[in-house]
T-cell receptor, first 113, second 118 residues
Framework: GDSVTQMEGPVTLSEEAFLTINCTYT??????LFWYVQYPGEGLQLLLK?????DKGSNKGFEATYRKETTSFHLEKGSVQVSDSAVYFC????????????FGKGTRLHILP | EAGVTQFPSHSVIEKGQTVTLRCDPI?????LYWYRRVMGKEIKFLLH????????ESGMPNNRFLAERTGGTYSTLKVQPAELEDSGVYFC????????????????FGNGTRLTVT
């Protein structure tokens, strides 16, 4: 079945460091890909998305490119801030399956000032 | 507009007891989803309502879990009797009906209910 694998956390970085959180997926169809973020004490929020190959989703300085050839959707940010500390979830939805979202395990990111 | 609200935010119960979680979706959203995250694991789909009907309940772990959506508005998820492995964070999400050109209708998540079964 469809699945998402993302790098294990926690990830601890210093402020202004470069961030990469790896995500790969398996899907029978042609999924849409997402990154969700959960800040402390809050619900999940959509961070960015991409719906077709080579699309780049971006938001709040974060970017991820839909790579069909490597089935990947790695999240990157050039310079992280303390406020980026959160749990990040890679996810996919297959429109042929009622858009049910399938999530990865989440990666906790901790940014040190 | 008000977001998706869940109640309670935390619940601690003993094994064998009953707990009912509530979700109020965004007004006008036909789709309502329940998800669960067990500590350190994936957020897993439990079920999907379209209005008051269960569209997909393939993720419900067993018959101790009962979900309802009265009149297509708020939803409840009852666990009876609760077991230790039911501990986790239960998320509710809602979205408007249908998809557009293959793009999904964005999900709006609540803050979740953290359930601890001791």
């Amino acid at each position: 079945g469809d699945s998402v694998t993302q790098m294990e956390g926690p990830v601890t970085l210093s402020e202004e460091a470069f961030l990469t959180i790896n995500c790969t997926y398996t899907a029978t169809g042609y999924p849409s890909l997402f990154w969700y973020v959960q800040y402390p004490g809050e619900g999940l929020q959509l961070l960015l998305k991409a719906t077709k190959a080579d699309d780049k989703g971006s938001n709040k300085g974060f970017e991820a490119t839909y790579r069909k050839e490597t089935t990947s959707f790695h999240l990157e940010k050039g310079s992280v801030q303390v406020s980026d500390s959160a749990v990040y979830f890679c996810a996919l939805s297959d429109p042929g399956r009622d858009d049910k979202i399938i999530f990865g395990k989440g990666t906790r990111l901790h940014i040190l000032p | 507009e008000a977001g998706v609200t869940q109640f309670p935010s935390h619940s601690v119960i003993e094994k064998g007891q009953t707990v009912t979680l509530r979700c109020d979706p965004i007004s006008g959203h036909d789709n309502l989803y329940w998800y669960r995250r067990v500590m350190g694991k994936e957020i897993k789909f439990l079920l999907h309502f379209v209005k008051e009907s269960k569209q997909d309940e393939s993720g419900m772990p067993n018959n101790r879990f009962l979900a309802e959506r009265t009149g297509g508005t708020y939803s409840t998820l009852k666990v009876q009797p609760a077991e230790l492995e039911d501990s986790g964070v239960y998320f509710c999400a809602s979205s408007q009906g249908g998809t557009q050109g293959g793009l999904y209708s964005p999900l709006h998540f609540g803050n979740g209910t953290r359930l601890t079964v001791t």
